[in-house]
């Protein structure tokens, strides 16, 4: 049976992780807003440039350009988006899980990843994985120039035929209390399929008049289009933190008032029967002294 100051102490230290929580579910509630914001503001132009660049891959798939054209995968990049610090629940091994899932239907292909964010890091080294290129410290109000060396990297490995193949793993915000593992492929730039697998003709073919010729076009566009979509998933992984690890302080906080509240009552519990006893010693001292 613990002593009534041992369960003191324990109701202290409970209170003193509560305090902290509170604290942090409040900080990761307003973080969460801006974060939510800033994912709602980057979502129509990441999808109007992946659609222009799907319209693009219909009409330039018969040219020589190597982000338009399929060949046989013996290597694949992997972006890999995970977070900087924990606390957040199960995102991060939600996506670790998928890209292990992801690896294992492939035998035979080698992977090289290039990671973002200090949970990814961790990750790819305990597996024994090679990473390429890795960055942290990615601020969630921060402009899209801090992403930049992952995704130079990532564009240079496939376009001198390193990797065959370009994809994403990050976590989707779809809401406060939902949070998705996703993975897409970026590269090479694939045009829309039809259910049987192919390729559907584009109502906008012949659409577009390069000015002042393809080849400049796309050296700007495709990197602008890569940069784009690696950036909003970014933004999307950092609303997704944010309304994990409010959920997950919040989780907490409610727990340690239940905890709190179940010592508590040992705890009187403990004390009234230690009075009782008390008193009972004295009475029967008391009855003691009179027989005497």
Same mark, same amino acid.
Request: net charge positive.
């Given at each position: 049976?613990?002593?009534?100051?041992?369960?003191?102490?324990?109701?202290?230290?409970?209170?003193?992780?509560?305090?902290?929580?509170?604290?942090?579910?409040?900080?990761?509630?307003?973080?969460?807003?801006?974060?939510?914001?800033?994912?709602?503001?980057?979502?129509?132009?990441?999808?109007?440039?992946?659609?222009?660049?799907?319209?693009?891959?219909?009409?330039?798939?018969?040219?020589?350009?190597?982000?338009?054209?399929?060949?046989?995968?013996?290597?694949?990049?992997?972006?890999?988006?995970?977070?900087?610090?924990?606390?957040?629940? +199960?995102?991060?091994?939600?996506?670790?899980?998928?890209?292990?899932?992801?690896?294992?239907?492939?035998?035979?292909?080698?992977?090289?990843?290039?990671?973002?964010?200090?949970?990814?890091?961790? $990750?790819?080294?305990?597996?024994?994985?090679?990473?390429?290129?890795?960055?942290?410290?990615?601020?969630?109000?921060?402009?899209?120039?801090?992403?930049?060396?992952?995704?130079?990297?990532?564009?240079?490995?496939?376009?001198?035929?390193?990797?065959?193949?370009?994809?994403? $793993?990050?976590?989707?915000?779809?809401?406060?209390?939902?949070?998705?593992?996703?993975?897409?492929?970026?590269?090479?730039?694939?045009?829309?399929?039809?259910?049987?697998?192919?390729?559907?003709?584009?109502?906008?073919?012949?659409?577009?008049?390069?000015? +002042?010729?393809?080849?400049?076009?796309?050296?700007?566009?495709?990197?602008?289009?890569?940069?784009?979509?690696? $950036?909003?998933?970014?933004?999307?992984?950092?609303?997704?933190?944010?309304?994990?690890?409010?959920?997950?302080?919040?989780?907490?906080?409610?727990?340690?008032?239940?905890?709190?509240?179940?010592?508590?009552?040992?705890?009187?519990?403990?004390?009234?029967?230690?009075?009782?006893?008390?008193?009972?010693?004295?009475?029967?001292?008391?009855?003691?002294?009179?027989?005497?």
């Amino acid at each position: 049976m613990p002593s009534l100051r041992s369960i003191r102490g324990r109701i202290k230290s409970v209170k003193n992780t509560r305090q902290i929580t509170k604290a942090m579910e409040m900080v990761a509630s307003a973080k969460m807003r801006k974060a939510q914001a800033r994912v709602r503001d980057t979502r129509p132009y990441a999808e109007k440039i992946k659609e222009l660049m799907i319209r693009l891959a219909a009409i330039e798939s018969h040219r020589p350009n190597p982000f338009f054209q399929v060949r046989p995968v013996a290597t694949v990049g992997i972006i890999l988006v995970s977070t900087d610090r924990g606390l957040c629940g +199960p995102i991060n091994s939600n996506v670790f899980k998928m890209v292990n899932r992801f690896m294992a239907e492939r035998p035979g292909v080698k992977f090289e990843f290039v990671v973002i964010g200090k949970k990814g890091q961790d $990750f790819v080294r305990r597996s024994g994985l090679k990473a390429v290129g890795s960055i942290s410290g990615v601020k969630d109000r921060g402009q899209i120039e801090e992403i930049l060396p992952a995704t130079q990297v990532a564009i240079e490995e496939f376009s001198e035929g390193r990797w065959d193949e370009a994809w994403i $793993f990050y976590t989707e915000f779809v809401s406060t209390l939902s949070q998705k593992p996703r993975s897409e492929q970026l590269l090479p730039i694939l045009p829309e399929m039809s259910e049987s697998g192919a390729k559907k003709p584009s109502p906008f073919l012949g659409e577009y008049l390069y000015e +002042p010729d393809t080849a400049d076009i796309l050296d700007v566009l495709i990197p602008r289009y890569f940069e784009t979509l690696v $950036f909003q998933r970014v933004m999307e992984n950092f609303a997704s933190e944010y309304s994990a690890r409010m959920m997950a302080m919040r989780n907490a906080t409610s727990n340690a008032k239940e905890v709190i509240y179940q010592m508590t009552l040992i705890y009187n519990k403990l004390r009234q029967a230690a009075i009782t006893r008390e008193i009972s010693e004295i009475a029967s001292g008391a009855d003691a002294v009179q027989q005497g």
